[in-house]
């Protein structure tokens, strides 16, 4: 089997080859070993470097311009096999895959006709291992499809094991609250869903080019692929798109691996759902699950994760329009509508028609009961109305298929003993396959088509159904219309199918209510027929227009733009197993390397040091917030060097700081909101309080206690100089709606007042106008430089997105006239996050460590002067803000 890759790991580690060349798939192979960056997880490289390699890649890409080429993969091939009585094997593509379809349709849109595809899947024959070779050999030379073979057991445990008894039904919507009722989780089975997974990877491995291809995965017996794939290639260009319905967040929350799960499809670049609804239920499982946000980007929804911006796609999939055509011109089925014609027409009859399979889902029973009720409340349709109902085969197996096919027999006959006639039959029950031609005979004679399934994924039988009324001249010919005749069509849908939302002059029923399903029949039957022409016409001209070619058209045109930036951005693995993800940040953004850091600290002798509390010097999720005995002294040593003035930038309280941090000498503190503090060294404060008017709190503090006595889980935070409202522990979409009318509420309330209301993460916070870490930080910078002190080192440490304007105060000056040329300027974050600063620490930890490195220098330089720059910044910054009126942000 080629590689597009590299065919041998060992090959790949040691950079050798070995052996005859391989043979070429039509285009060039990339090079054994892979130096594009971000493949190798860890692979840290500089910013010289990474410029190169990037500028060498788009020269590379330019010169040797490769064909767009795709690679699909799904449970099954799109191809069909047969075993040859003397051995050996006959293959032929499937036309009714929609994989076949896909590939099919898009070659007649601009620009895709020279595209390549490749198809990864199984088999749905067993291969005995001595023809594997042979097999995966023939099916790529001619098909480009390569296979993968799974072991019988294997197989069986992964298919009508975890994706039939377990991820189908809850899909579905069904818990499996006994063991009848679907199957109960079973780690054996998963492992089994995991391992195939894993086949499928390795096979990819096999032909992709990882700069070059798309790979796009579906459905979901393939959830956790991604994952295996990101892991490989950080940058692979990966869409995946369900054919399933996705449950609300409450069925799923049920599923013992529902965190694997998510987190192995946000390793995709793009996840495609048929409808909203769907999307919202995944969505709202991020949120609640996984703390995830989205918003909507001009027009899309997406997901930031770990820097990768994972975009959602709401679409529905279309009818292979060509393949529905050709099928309407066979003369078999000329000759199959002129045999139903003469069965029901000529008799007088009008014909109801259900296409579905035999499973528990597709509701046949139920539409059974309808068509009952229609006969027992309407008996002037008895004798005029037949039923013909298409029972596919089921495609899993077990106990509940078996019940199904022995409800519906029994359905049918008590049905057609009650109101049949000798020359009339109520309802046609045909159990055995049908040639596609036959169905589509079906679908032309049919006045009208009913699809009640309880819960279906997408469901192309009303589109196949329309495509098929709007018919041809041959089939009009059969039918006896005239060249001006108007067509006409009839829907009845659940309202929980897939392509329900698309047929909006549909029909549309609850199928569990029997009398409304009745009454949807007998409208149908009654309708106006220039009713029908209008509804017919405006499904028509949405389901030609909306073609399978059109929906993989525009999916793949979103994965090529969402994949856009991926050679720009460097990539970081993290995690284990299916927790593995990938963190995608800006080229210049870097851990921050102590030693770097102490350098420059050693050549300078202007220091600022600017630091957060909460999440840096003590991690977010301590309950005990107080500093500990170490970070006392750690903050004590920085400050007792002359060189030094250190802030601690804090949205604590000024009572708080002041109990906290009495034992630290020379600390300035940047407390709530303006108040500027400064501990002399007789251990008295000095205290620099501007008057802040905040009676606008009588006002603020009413509203958000309404807020928080209807929203179970929020409480309110209220500080000297601002008031918080917070929703962390409340349900995160009643949360976040309650949070958006809070804060249209409070600024409707307070539209008069000096103050501004803003929403962060979890929380709507009321303050001072003019409010910042920003402007404190600004304002620490420019007083300094007023007194003549051109800073050479900047040291500037948060976690959260209120540090991002200290951030960017701080490298704004570095390219400014406010500190030396050659000034040293440190912006660092905690965590890998996108951020406004240049570096990054992993967690406060680290943030401790950095800190007791930069105060042994200090200890080592035996330099114990406490330093005046602190208590003369924070005063004459403090009497900026009474002359302004207005008070730096904490």
């Known amino acids: 089997m ?47 470097d990474a410029d190169a390699d990037a500028a ?13 080429r795709v690679i699909i993969v799904a449970n099954q091939l799109p191809v069909r096999a047969s075993r040859r009585a003397g051995g050996g094997w006959d293959f032929a593509w499937d036309q009714d895959s929609l994989l076949l379809q896909v590939k099919d349709s898009l070659r007649a849109h601009h620009g895709r006709a020279d595209m390549e595809f490749v198809y990864v899947g199984g088999l749905r024959h067993d291969v005995p291992p001595a023809e594997h070779d042979e097999v995966a050999h023939e099916l790529l030379e001619g098909f480009g499809c390569v296979p993968t073979f799974l072991p019988a057991d294997l197989r069986s445990r992964f298919y009508h094991g975890f994706c039939k008894q377990q991820l189908w039904p809850l899909f579905h919507y069904m818990l499996p609250l006994s063991p009848e009722l679907g199957g109960r989780f079973d780690r054996l089975l998963w ?63 049920t599923l013992p691996v529902r965190e694997e799960l998510l987190r192995s499809l946000l390793n995709a670049d793009l996840i495609g759902f048929h409808t909203f609804d769907y999307a919202r239920h995944f969505l709202s499982c991020c949120s609640r699950m996984l703390g995830l946000k989205y918003e909507s980007q001009r027009g899309y929804i997406a997901l930031e994760y770990y820097g ?18 050709s099928v309407l011109n066979l003369p078999e089925l000329g000759v199959k509508v002129g045999e139903l014609l003469k069965q029901f027409h000529h008799q007088n009859r009008l014909l109801l028609l259900g296409v579905d399979d035999m499973d ?16 027992m409340q309407h008996p002037e349709w008895r004798g005029r109305v037949v039923l013909v109902q298409i029972a596919n085969p089921a495609r899993g197996r077990g106990k509940d298929v078996k019940e199904v096919q022995e409800e519906s027999d029994a359905m049918v006959k008590r049905i057609n003993d009650a109101f049949g006639q000798p020359d009339y039959q109520p309802v046609i029950l045909i159990d055995k396959p049908l040639q596609f031609y036959e169905r589509m005979a079906y679908y032309v004679v049919a006045e009208c088509c009913l699809v009640t ?32 005749s108007r067509k006409k069509s009839m829907l009845v849908v659940s309202e929980f199918i897939g392509c329900s939302p698309s047929l909006s002059g549909a029909i549309r029923v609850n199928p569990w209510n029997i009398d409304s399903v009745a009454d949807a029949m007998d409208y149908a039957l009654e309708m106006p027929a220039g009713e029908k022409v209008l509804r017919h016409e405006k499904h028509h001209r949405y389901v030609s227009t909306h073609d399978v070619g059109y929906w993989a058209n525009s999916c793949l045109q979103d994965l090529e733009r969402i994949c856009l930036d991926h050679n720009r951005r460097r990539c970081w693995g993290i995690g284990f197993g299916l927790k593995f993800r990938v963190v995608a940040l800006d080229p210049n953004f870097k851990k921050l390397a102590v030693e770097h850091l102490v350098s420059a600290y050693r050549r300078t002798t202007k220091r600022v040091i600017l630091l957060d509390y909460d999440g840096t010097l003590m991690p977010q999720t301590s309950f005990g917030k107080s500093p500990t005995s170490r970070t006392i002294d750690v903050l004590n040593s920085l400050c007792r060097d002359k060189n030094n003035t250190v802030f601690l930038v804090s949205a604590k309280s000024r009572m708080t700081l002041n109990e906290w941090f009495l034992p630290c000498e020379s600390l300035g503190l940047a407390a709530e909101h303006g108040y500027f503090l400064r501990l002399r060294r007789d251990a008295e404060w000095e205290t620099c309080v501007p ?26 935070e209220n500080k000297e100089t601002a008031i918080v409202w917070c929703y962390e522990d409340a349900d995160p979409d009643f949360g976040s709606c309650q949070a958006k009318e809070l804060h249209e509420h409070l600024e409707s309330v307070l539209s008069n007042e000096p103050v501004s209301v803003k929403a962060g993460p979890n929380l709507v916070e009321v303050k001072p106008q003019g409010v910042s870490k920003g402007l404190v930080a600004k304002r620490i910078l420019s007083t300094m430089q007023e007194r003549g002190d051109l800073l050479d080192f900047v040291l500037c440490v948060g976690d959260d997105r209120s540090d991002e304007d200290m951030f960017e105060v701080i490298m704004t000056a570095a390219r400014g006239m406010s500190l030396q040329p050659e000034a040293e300027v440190f912006a660092c974050t905690v965590g890998r996050k996108p951020s406004k600063a240049k570096y990054y620490l992993d967690d406060p930890a680290d943030i401790v460590r950095l800190v007791q490195g930069l105060a042994n220098v200090s200890d080592d330089d035996k330099t114990h002067a406490p330093p005046l720059a602190a208590a003369t910044a924070a005063a004459t910054i403090t009497e900026v803000n009474r002359g302004t009126g207005s008070a730096p942000y904490s």
């Open 360 to 375: 528990i889902f597709k509701g046949i029973s139920l539409k059974l009961l309808a068509f009952e009720q229609l006969l």
């Open 691 to 716: 008057v802040i008017d905040c009676s606008w709190k009588q006002i603020a503090e009413p509203v958000m206690k309404t807020y928080t006595e209807t929203t179970d889980g929020s409480t309110i």
């Open 56 to 68: 060498s890649a788009a020269s590379d890409h330019s010169e040797h311009a490769p064909l767009e």
């Open 308 to 325: 990768r911006t994972v975009t959602i796609k709401i679409l529905p999939v279309g009818v292979h329009l060509e393949q529905l055509q």
């Open 191 to 253: 492992q089994a869903y995991v391992s195939v997974n894993k086949i499928f990877a390795d096979k990819i491995l096999e032909v992709i080019s990882p700069d070059e291809d798309f790979v796009w995965v579906h459905d979901y017996h393939l959830m956790v692929l991604p994952t295996f794939l990101r892991k490989r290639f950080n940058r692979v260009k990966l869409g995946f798109f369900l054919h399933s319905p996705f449950p609300s967040s409450e069925i799923y929350k």
């Open 2 to 48: 080629v590689s597009r890759s590299y065919s041998n790991l060992l090959e790949l580690a040691s950079g050798g080859s070995s052996g005859d060349p391989l043979p070429p798939l039509g285009r060039r192979l990339i090079p054994r070993v892979v130096t594009a960056s971000g493949i190798v997880p860890d692979l840290d490289v500089s910013d010289d």
């Open 453 to 484: 399934a309880v819960r279906d994924g997408m469901n192309l039988i009303p589109y196949e159904y329309i495509i098929a009324r709007q018919g041809n001249e041959k089939i009009d010919s059969i039918l006896g219309l005239g060249p001006a």
